[in-house]
């Protein structure tokens, strides 16, 4: 079945350093969506992605869709000890339903103080 | 509280047990998921409610039945289940249209 993979799998960096995870498939997408997990936590919606090439910014985060539409990343500015947890890419394929997601294999986030 | 409520928040069973999994969410969305998350794996989709209706059933085992009375309510039927099922499942929600799932907090299970 689809598979839709994320790197790295683990990352551990010091407090203020930057961040960034991978989101890859090898099939084309539609809809990409970003979702982060704290430890012993569920996954919460962070934002959604439509438009090839789109980017879009929260605070510290950048969400960025790749033109080929295969592809998306995230990336965090000064990472905090507020940001740790695993974060998921989740993606509806190119012409299926949007409301069946496939999640990203996930990257999880240490951060030390 | 994220208006998706899952319950119970833990479950021990025995493989011969017969146990249920209670979701309710209170946005009313129209959409209800099960996902299964377990060590090492990413979340793996189960089923699909769209108003009520299944419209997705991911090569699921029959040892778990789902059961959707209505849209703001989904169960997860567990009988017979074996130690690999121990997991965590996840009930989310969403408005059809593409938009984003609100994940209730979970029932972490164990089958001993």
């Known amino acids: 079945g689809q598979q839709v993979m994320q790197i790295p799998q683990y990352q551990h960096v010091q407090e203020g350093e930057d961040f960034t995870t991978y989101c890859n498939s090898s099939?084309?997408?539609?809809?990409i969506q970003w979702y982060k997990q704290r430890p012993g936590g569920h996954p919460v919606f962070l934002i959604q992605?439509?438009?090839?090439?789109e980017v879009k910014k929260q605070k510290r985060l950048t969400f960025q869709y790749k033109k080929k539409k295969k592809n998306s990343s995230l990336h965090i500015t000064a990472t905090q000890t507020t940001d740790v947890g695993t974060y998921f890419c989740?993606?509806?394929?190119?012409?299926?339903?949007?409301?069946?997601?496939?999640f990203g294999t996930g990257t999880l986030l240490a951060v030390q103080p | 509280e994220t208006g998706v409520t899952q319950t119970p928040r833990h479950l021990v069973m025995g493989m011969t047990n017969k146990k249920s999994l209670k979701c309710e969410q209170h946005?009313?969305?129209?959409?209800m998921y099960w996902y299964k998350q377990s060590a090492k794996k990413p979340l793996e989709l189960m089923f699909v409610?769209?108003?009520?209706?299944?419209?997705e059933n991911n090569s699921v085992p029959s040892r778990f039945s789902p059961e959707c009375p209505n849209s703001s309510h989904l169960f997860l039927h567990l009988h017979t289940l074996q130690p690999e099922d121990s997991a965590l499942y996840l009930c989310?929600?969403?408005?059809?249209?593409?938009?984003?799932?609100?994940f209730g907090s979970g029932t972490r299970l164990t089958v001993v």
């Open positions: 989310a929600s969403s408005q059809n249209g593409g938009y984003g799932y609100t």
């Open positions: 992605l439509v438009k090839r090439g």
């Open positions: 989740a993606v509806a394929l190119y012409g299926g339903a949007t409301n069946k997601l496939i």
């Open positions: 946005l009313g969305h129209n959409a």
């Open positions: 099939t084309t997408l539609s809809n």
């Open positions: 409610y769209n108003f009520k209706e299944q419209t």
